[in-house]
């Protein structure tokens, strides 16, 4: 079965902290993505990345980091958190198909609380 | 750049009752279109796709077809079951925003028994 696998569940952290969410996935994919998903607001990309030390801006960058040094891997970073970002974060990765990157293979989420 | 319109919910239906869930799409090129489903406290998992103009994608009991010509992949199910209770999302990829998926806002449905 395949597998998209996010290292926490839930996570609560103090405003100001380095938080790392962690993502790993087992179907040898090019593509990896971090989204956050808030009320009313669906889903929205933060950054992604299609090779191995690649990545680029998604729609909502500001606040975050990204680290990609294996193929299987994928982290998101903040630098110092806020409470604004209090979130759902959900990885998700897909095979390279050029301009279509296909079907989106996701995780469980990480439901991330800032106080 | 390329953007997808969900029908606005919550909605709510009684078990057994026809579903339909309105999706239209703004792309250039030639998208594939998806809808993902996400039950309770999960992430998102794929529930249908199609890949060009006329294709309907179908599991489940859901069904939606690719029209090109109303820019739309509408879902619909016959007879839902409380066990469809979920957020449902279109989404499409390789239009515009090239090898990113774009997402509508999603669609909560609840079905009462």
């Known amino acids: 079965d395949v597998k998209v696998t996010q290292s926490s569940r839930y996570l609560v952290k103090r405003t100001g902290e380095k938080v790392f969410l962690e993502c790993v996935q087992d179907?040898?994919?090019?593509?990896m993505f971090w989204y956050r998903q808030d009320p009313g607001l669906g889903l929205r990309l933060i950054y992604f990345s299609y090779d191995v030390k690649m990545k680029e801006k998604g729609d909502i960058p500001e606040g975050y980091s990204v680290s990609r040094e294996k193929k299987e891997r994928f982290s998101l970073i903040l630098e110092s958190a806020s409470t604004n970002q209090t979130s759902m974060y959900l990885c998700?990765?897909?095979?390279?198909?050029?301009?279509?990157?296909?079907?989106?293979?996701f995780g469980e989420g990480s439901r991330l609380t800032v106080l | 750049g390329d953007s997808v319109t969900q029908m606005e919910g919550p909605v709510t239906l009684s078990e057994e009752a026809f579903l339909t869930i309105n999706c239209t799409y703004t792309a250039t090129g030639y998208p594939s279109l998806f809808w993902y489903v996400q039950y309770p406290g999960e992430g998102l998992q794929l529930l249908l796709k199609a890949t060009k103009a006329d294709d309907k994608g179908s599991n489940k009991g859901f069904e939606a077809t690719y029209r090109k010509e109303t820019t739309s992949f509408h879902l619909e199910k016959g007879s839902v079951q409380v066990s469809d209770s979920a957020v449902y999302f279109c989404a499409l990829s390789g239009g515009t925003n090239a090898g990113k998926s774009t997402f509508g806002d999603g669609t909560t449905l609840t079905v009462k028994p």
């Open positions: 998700a990765s897909s095979f390279h198909l050029g301009m279509n990157t296909g079907e989106l293979f």
């Open positions: 179907m040898d994919h090019e593509n």
